[in-house]
Nanobody
């Protein structure tokens, strides 16, 4: 499984960005997909996830109501629409796939930097 993120960048407080993660063929729909983020000297934290089957989504409390995760199976892509961005959203964002029972992904993308100032 390969995951390639894009869409990161610098944005002002209150602005928006959309991250994309292109996955290997047949990844989306086969595996649960998620977005994580990490700032220096802190553990990587889950931001959002979308589950196989009905496609239910999960959001971490800090991003609820501001971030939306979606998927396009025809394009093998998942998205993270980020609105009303805050400085504390600054981090490297990672796409992930195939979670185990403890919520640990089996596959990671290379990450994309998001800076809010």
């Amino acid at each position: 499984v390969q995951l390639v993120e894009s869409g990161g960048g610098s944005v002002q407080v209150g602005g928006s960005l959309r991250l994309s993660c292109v996955a290997s063929v047949d990844t989306i729909g086969r595996y649960c997909m998620g977005w994580f983020r990490q700032i220096p000297d802190k553990e990587r934290e889950g931001v959002a996830a979308i589950y196989t089957g009905p496609g239910n989504t999960y959001y971490a409390d800090p991003v609820k109501g501001r971030f939306t995760m979606s998927q396009d199976r025809a394009k093998n892509t998942v998205y993270l629409q980020m609105n009303s961005l805050k400085p504390e959203d600054t981090a490297v964002y990672y796409c992930a796939a195939d979670f185990d029972v403890l919520g640990r992904p089996g596959y990671w993308g290379q990450g994309t930097q998001v800076t809010v100032s």
